[in-house]
């Protein structure tokens, strides 16, 4: 690992994995968060312990539930996911769901009383209040996924487990840095390091900056 | 749009872009080869696969470094078709259970006891690798060594385990740390602690000449450290599979030669240089398991 190409290769390859993992975790975290909050008491209370609880599960853990998940002999081993970008996608997916769900639940509690306004409009739980509430928070639920990508993008053992490390098919800079440390070259593990917290870095910069905008 | 919508598009967007690429551009034919981490480490195997990839174009070979023991569990869930491993006691027990096909001993070094250098158990001087495991051990209980263990069921932990049992001794206490690691990870452990340990000389090779070590080789040579590799084809394995398998038995001498030549130093013998039979050692290491 040596060449400018393989090192943009790896960067594309982790960006879109852990940008599109996060996406995904927030297309059902924002409902099901949002639906709580509007519930509220019980509810809402169990709900954001446990998505406070979950977020400190260890990521191998994760990834090996769903490696037996996924592997050749186990339940879902006909769809041939493990080793893929598509199985990184999905881990990380669920990894970061309860620390966007946390995000999420502390940018809606606050308009728990809009909220309830406009369930009376629309209808509890109606796709028109998960529109206009997230409308209303562009930033905070920007934010959100932000901080789920950065989660995903840095995290290592999902992405082994699931991955596998393949040279030119899922290898990410976690994994590619972990790989150069086993090699002994610590100089190219560094600067792996560092661009990937230079992309990082400036990748938050810009997100943020246009959700400002609006 | 809104900003839900456009999360819903762009996730959706996004995970079908990955699932038509994975579509379109899946090879012609792939194999999965799951492998001990010393031959991937060293770079060997990557050496192997562009050689093979370069016979036979659209032919891709994926490589997953996962240790021995986690190598042979992956294959006999199906999760790979070709293993490389370096343990045959554990490689017997998946022979046994009728997991893999058929295999080839393919090439073999020597596991070195490396440690500080001023060498406090005096090991130097040890006769065999199992007086040198008992003054290490002496060393350990009297407080002047301590002994750094891999404990992952890798090739080297299962080697490192029969010298204890060899030796007679039953390696735990305050001497004895595992280091629950890879190979590298252990020889930094080792070097920060001042302490032995049993290495592929692959991997302390790598790590001495980048300068990340200054551990001393202090006791190699004897059959008792030889590290065979072997090469398996899983049962279920597919054409593509096959093929690789063949191919590497085949050309297994010539990458040897390749692979020495630009590491500069023999890391690899061909199993032919081995003065007897490498099978009857192969079968006293994995029968000595049992």
């Known amino acids: 690992m040596s060449l400018p190409g393989e090192v943009v290769e790896i960067t594309i390859r982790s960006l879109y994995v852990s940008l599109t993992a996060s996406l995904l975790a927030s297309t059902w975290s924002i409902p099901s968060t949002i639906y709580a909050v509007y519930k509220g008491g019980k509810l809402s209370r169990g709900y954001i312990s446990l998505m406070n609880t979950l977020m400190g599960f260890p990521t191998v853990l994760i990834g090996l539930l769903l490696y037996i998940l996924f592997s050749r002999s186990g339940p879902l081993g006909i769809l041939r996911l493990l080793y893929t970008p598509e199985a990184m996608i999905i881990g990380q997916a669920v990894l970061v769901t309860p620390l966007v769900s946390s995000m999420i639940y502390e940018v809606v509690s606050k308009e728990r009383g809009e909220l309830i306004e406009m369930a009376k409009t629309f209808g509890a739980g109606g796709r028109e209040v998960v529109e206009l509430l997230v409308e209303e928070n562009r930033e905070g639920i920007i934010g959100s996924i932000v901080i789920g990508f950065q989660r995903a993008v840095g995290e290592l053992g999902i992405a082994l487990m699931l991955g596998g490390n393949i040279a030119g098919y899922t290898r990410v800079f976690t994994t590619a840095i972990a790989l150069e440390i086993h090699k002994g070259r610590f100089d190219l593990a560094i600067s792996l390091g560092l661009i990937l917290l230079l992309i990082d870095l400036v990748l938050v910069a810009i997100i943020r900056l246009l959700g400002w905008r609006r | ?290």
Do not use: C
């Open chain 2, 1 to 290: 749009m809104t900003l839900y919508r456009w999360i819903l598009v762009l996730a959706t967007v996004l995970l079908l872009a990955a699932s038509i690429y994975t579509w379109i551009y899946r090879p012609g034919s792939e194999v999965v080869v799951v492998t001990t981490t010393s031959l991937y480490a060293t770079g060997f195997l990557d050496m192997a696969r562009e050689a093979y990839e370069s016979i036979y174009p659209g032919s891709i070979v994926k490589i997953v470094s996962l240790g021995s023991g986690a190598a042979l569990e992956a294959a006999s869930r199906g999760d790979g078709e070709v293993v490389f491993a370096h343990a045959p006691s554990l490689e017997k027990q998946y022979i046994e259970r009728g997991v893999l096909r058929e295999g080839r001993i393919i090439m073999y070094n020597y596991f070195v006891i490396v440690g500080p250098p001023d060498d406090p158990a005096n090991i130097s001087g040890a006769e065999t690798p199992i007086e040198a495991f008992r003054r290490i051990y002496q060393a350990g209980l009297e407080g002047r060594a301590i002994f750094i263990s891999r404990g992952d069921n890798s090739g080297t932990h299962v080697k490192e385990l029969e010298l204890w049992r060899l030796a007679g001794i039953e390696p735990s206490g305050d001497w004895y740390i595992e280091s629950g690691s890879g190979m590298g990870q252990t020889l930094l452990i080792a070097d920060e602690m001042g302490g032995y340990t049993l290495s592929d000389i692959g991997t302390y090779v790598i790590y001495r000449s980048e300068g990340r070590i200054a551990l001393e080789k202090l006791y190699e040579g004897g059959d008792e450290l030889i590290n065979i590799y072997s090469i398996y084809l899983v049962e279920g394995a597919g054409d593509e599979a096959r093929r690789f398998y063949s191919y590497i038995v085949e050309n297994i001498d010539m990458l040897i030669d390749l692979f020495n030549q630009e590491a500069g130093t023999k890391i690899f013998y061909k199993a032919s240089e081995y003065d007897g039979s490498l099978r009857d050692t192969w079968e006293t290491l994995a029968g000595d398991a049992d």
